[in-house]
Each structure stands twice: as C-alpha cells, then as structure tokens.
C-alpha cells in the first residue's frame, strides 16, 4: 500500500516537473523571439510625424527622431530572416544609426550584408523616402 502512495506521489510530481519545463521552454522561445526582434518604419518624412516616429522641427528645434516612440508605429521583423527591404524609392535617408559597412542600397532596396553588424546598435529602422 505505501509502495503505490509513493509511486502516485512521484507521478504527480514528474507531471509537475514536465509542466514546469514545458514553461519554461515557452518562456525561452517567447525571449529569443523578442532577442531576435527588430522594428521597422519606412514613409516619407510627412508620414512618418503623423504616425509618431518622427517629430517635426520648429523655429528653435530641429526634427529627429521622436523619444516616446510607439512600437505600433513600426513593423516587426525577425532579424535572422530579413536580409533586404524594398523601399519603393531610390531617394533615400536611413535616419537610425547602422553601420555604413553592414549594407547598401541598389535599385530600391536596403540590401542587409551583415545582420549582426547593422542591428548592433539600433534595433529600430527608419528611413524616410522622397
């Protein structure tokens, strides 16, 4: 008798423990996908103040970029997948800081070489298009 009250209590603990690391996993994969996030806005300089993402320059103040930036203004992409992004213009600026040496633009596109490289300082992109 003590023998099967033993084997149901380590039972119910190894279903404890299963769960616990099926969590735990959960946990480990929502972190690397959020590692592995980074954020993208692309328009022209009038749109990208009307979302948010940049702020418009005035008489004593220049525009930039806005400091209480809203994610929901961007679009996300997984870094490790993405490798070019049209912009629909040949006319371009990349507002965020990525090293020049990471990539290039031809025919419309931002062409990523270096992914680790060009997401090492920033994980937000900017470009404005004209």
Known sequence: MQAEVDRM???ENLQ????NLSTMEAQMKELK??????????GTKRELIKSGVLEKGGFLK?????DDL???????????????LDLGSDKVKIVTDHPSE?????????LIEDAKLFWSISKYLIVVTD
Do not use: H, W
């Open 9 to 11: 209590v380590l039972q």
């Open 16 to 19: 404890s423990m299963e769960g």
């Open 33 to 42: 996908n959020n590692l592995n996030t980074v954020y993208v806005a692309v």
């Open 62 to 66: 220049s525009g930039g970029v806005n």
């Open 70 to 84: 809203d994610r929901l203004a961007f679009t996300p992409y997984d870094l490790r997948k993405i490798e070019d």
């Open 102 to 110: 990471s990539y290039k633009i031809e025919n419309d596109k931002l």
